[in-house]
């Protein structure tokens, strides 16, 4: 099976509304609720195309339960997340039917707890036994150690898992330090981690 690591996972909440206008009423023809955060979007390709997939992470409070049973109904994605005590983020996007813009609210995620994060450590442990590669995506919440990406990294290649990284920032630093088999940043964080606004260059320095 192959494993994604979703820290930061979100209930993904769409609002579509004619047009959007500031200052406004606005009366949304469509709600869509989904298991979002990047490790789940993830899963949620990989099931499509055939693979076995397991889930990993967080979830917690009423909106991870509601995350949990959207799992449940997804064919092919194995539920494996670590319950925490603090609810689960929700995201907000709104779409304007008229321009096709959309406008992002993300909510931060639940504080993670030591003995939570001890608790999440131990199952990835077990998790990377039966995995043929791990996913590491998206962005940490409240009380995970910036540098969590880059322990999870070199676990998984004492145990012969590859990996795949997918955040930015800090964690995204110090997560290439520990030398992931593939890195997914997009140009913004590109930039932000090399200082080249060039991306064949970004790319060379960051591979560097």
């Not at 991870?64 to 994605?77: D, F, H, S």
């Not at 992002?104 to 990835?124: C, D, K, M, S």
Request: net charge neutral; hydrophobic share 40%; with cysteine.
């Amino acid at each position: 099976m192959i494993l994604t690591v979703t820290l930061n996972t979100a209930l993904d909440i769409t609002y579509r509304v004619t047009s959007l206008r500031p200052h406004a009423e606005h009366r949304v023809s469509e709600v869509v609720e989904r298991p979002g955060g990047k490790g789940v979007n993830v899963a949620r390709v990989l099931a499509a195309l055939g693979y076995a997939v397991t889930v990993t992470g967080f979830a917690g409070g009423p909106t991870g339960q509601v995350l949990r049973e959207r799992l449940a109904a997804a064919p092919g994605i194995t539920d494996a997340l670590v319950p925490v005590g603090g609810p689960t983020r929700r995201t907000v996007a709104v779409v304007d039917e008229l321009t096709g813009d959309t406008t992002q609210l993300n909510e931060p995620g639940p504080h993670i707890g030591v003995t939570e994060w001890a608790a999440f450590l131990r199952a990835y442990d077990t998790l990377l036994a039966d995995a043929r590669a791990v996913a590491l995506c998206g962005s940490l919440p409240p009380g995970v150690p910036v540098g969590a990406y880059a322990g999870l990294i070199r676990v998984a290649r004492s145990a012969g898992v590859p990996v795949l990284l997918d955040t930015g920032g800090e964690p995204l630093r110090r997560g290439i330090a520990a030398r992931p088999d593939i890195v997914k940043p997009n140009a913004a964080e590109l930039a932000e981690l090399t200082g080249s606004h060039e991306p064949a260059r970004a790319t060379r320095d960051a591979r560097r």
